[in-house]
């Protein structure tokens, strides 16, 4: 059954580095999203992409926040900047086969990113 | 601002009990709620709702959507140690294609 990859799995990194995180959606997947869940918080949407552009984004999602769609497979997310309170499980989605309009939305195994 | 709220917050049951989990929302033009199961790591997607008394039902698990009181439940009978996870609703609302989560229901199944 196809799903969605995160890599990496556990990033640790210093306030103020860049940080990307890499997303590989399910194949023929149209949407792609990314989620952040702080520890012991809700899951928060950031941001959703779409025919390679960002369709929405959360206040959350400020210029510290890209997204970008490198090649074929890939959907990244880059914090320019990371701050303390940036410390959290970052989830990748995508939704949408080209066949048909479906809402249901497919999570992979999160990134959990550590700011110290 | 739209909002999902579900109860209990956790629940500690014994193998073979049936549950009920319950989930509330305020949205703005509402179109779909959806369950996910949340184990360790990723939301795993249960079911998505969109029509009023339809009953979605997969295996031990069965949910319904009642749109004029603006609540969905998550049944699960005759439970599982493998139930064991958070149980989060989340809603579509307006033409967003973002998921607005509710606190999630902490389930566990006692042996």
């Known amino acids: 059954e196809p799903e969605v990859t995160q890599t990496p799995s556990h990033q640790v990194t210093q306030m103020g580095q860049e940080v990307i995180l890499r997303c590989v959606p399910i194949?023929?997947?149209?949407?792609f999203y990314w989620y952040r869940q702080i520890l012991g918080q809700k899951v928060e949407f950031l941001v959703s992409?779409?025919?390679?552009?960002?369709?929405?984004k959360s206040e959350i999602f400020d210029d510290q926040f890209s997204v970008e769609r490198p090649d074929g497979s890939n959907f990244t997310l880059k914090i320019r900047s990371t701050k303390l309170e940036d410390s959290a499980m970052y989830f990748c989605?995508?939704?949408?086969?080209?066949?048909?309009?479906?809402?249901?939305?497919?999570f992979g195994p999160g990134t959990r990113l550590t700011v110290t | 601002e739209d909002k999902v709220v579900q109860s209990p917050l956790s629940l500690v049951v014994h193998e073979g009990d049936t549950v009920t989990l319950n989930c509330s929302y305020e949205?703005?033009?509402?179109?779909?709620l959806l369950w996910y199961k949340q184990e360790k790591k990723a939301p795993t997607f249960l079911f998505m709702l969109?029509?009023?008394?339809i009953e979605k039902k997969s295996g031990r698990l069965s949910s319904i959507l009642d749109k004029k009181e603006l609540f969905s439940i998550l049944n699960i009978t005759a439970t599982q140690t493998g139930d064991s996870a958070v149980y989060l609703c989340?809603?579509?609302?307006?033409?967003?294609?973002?998921?607005?989560f509710g606190s999630g229901t902490q389930l566990t199944v006692l042996p």
């Open positions: 989605a995508s939704s949408d086969p080209p066949d048909r309009i479906s809402y249901e939305q497919y």
């Open positions: 194949s023929n997947h149209l949407y």
């Open positions: 992409f779409y025919n390679n552009e960002i369709s929405e």
């Open positions: 949205v703005t033009n509402f179109r779909s």
């Open positions: 969109t029509s009023s008394g």
């Open positions: 989340a809603v579509f609302s307006g033409s967003a294609r973002q998921l607005t």
